[in-house]
C-alpha cells in the first residue's frame, strides 16, 4: 500500500484490509532500500520452503491409526512444505496422514504428521507437513539445500 498518510491508525486499517507492505509518501530511494533489505530475507524463506528436492525413497504412510490403512509410497519429491507420493491407492484429499520415510545422511527415519492437499494423477498424491519439528525442517533443509551425501 502506498500512501500519503503514514500514520499508526491509516497502518492499522491496511493491514486489517490484507495488505502486506506499506509505504508512505514521499516515496525516497533510501526508503525503497530500506523497505527491499527488509523482504529479502522473507522472500528468500518464502522461495525456499517450496523449492523441491527429488528425493527416490519409500514412505509409509498410515492414516486413522489403523494397521490396515497403510500403504508403502513412493516419494517423487520434497520441499520444507511438503512432498509428492505415487502408489497412493485409497488415500484422499483432506485425509491427516502419518508418514515414514528416511533422508540420506540422517540416522533415523522422519516422522511426520501431513494432510493430503491434492491428487496427481493417476495415483499420486501431495502433502503439506504439519507443524515440523525443528531437528525434521532442519533434516529436510539439509536434504534440499544439498548440505547432505546422498
Known sequence: MITGSDDVETMRRGFKAGITLFIGKPVTPKRL???MNALRGAFVREKRRYAR???RAPVICKWNNHVSHRLQLECLDISEA???MFKADGVTVGQAVGLEFSLPGEAAPLKLGAKVVRQIP???IGVVFD???SPDRL???RY???MVNA
Do not use: E, F, K, S
Request: aromatic share 0%; glycine share 14%.
Open 33 to 35: 532500500a530500506h523497505i
Open 53 to 55: 528436492m527429488t528425493l
Open 122 to 124: 493417476p495415483d499420486g
Open 139 to 141: 533434516a529436510i533443509q
Open 131 to 133: 507443524d515440523l519439528a
Open 144 to 146: 534440499v539445500l544439498g
Open 82 to 84: 511438503g512432498m509428492a
